[in-house]
């Protein structure tokens, strides 16, 4: 089994910074790709940012240059540093992974709890 745990949410002004962050635990194989979406009231989860085991990058066109991904040393952490917030950004922010728990195993998405990041104007 595998479990993802977040953390850094909270309340920002806007203009302000956040680095959240997302740690892996459990039988790993291979990690394929860590993600990061986020769910705003009322609104559908969306991708927002994306990174895979060689280190290429995917980002949601409404974040770039603002935000940026990039794996922990260990390789199964990843941060997402998130600048120049504005109240559109506040939403829950849900950690993935697609992790492989062994040779046989061709892939499973696993899902965090979320942490909450909300901006004020």
């Known amino acids: 089994q595998v479990e993802l745990v977040e953390s850094g949410g909270g309340l920002v002004q806007a203009g302000g910074s956040l680095r959240l962050s997302c740690t892996a635990s459990?039988?790993?194989?291979?990690?394929?790709?860590m993600a990061w979406y986020r769910q705003a009231p009322g609104l559908q989860r969306e991708l927002i940012a994306q990174i895979t085991k060689s280190g290429g990058t995917y980002y949601v066109d409404s974040v770039k240059g603002r935000f940026t991904i990039a794996k922990g040393d260990a390789q199964n952490t990843v941060y997402l540093q998130m600048n120049s917030l504005t109240p559109e950004d506040t939403a829950v922010y849900v950690c993935n992974a697609d992790i492989r728990g062994g040779i046989l195993d061709y892939g499973t998405h696993y899902w965090g709890r979320g942490t909450l990041v909300t901006v004020s104007s």
């Open positions: 459990g039988t790993i194989w291979v990690i394929e790709s």
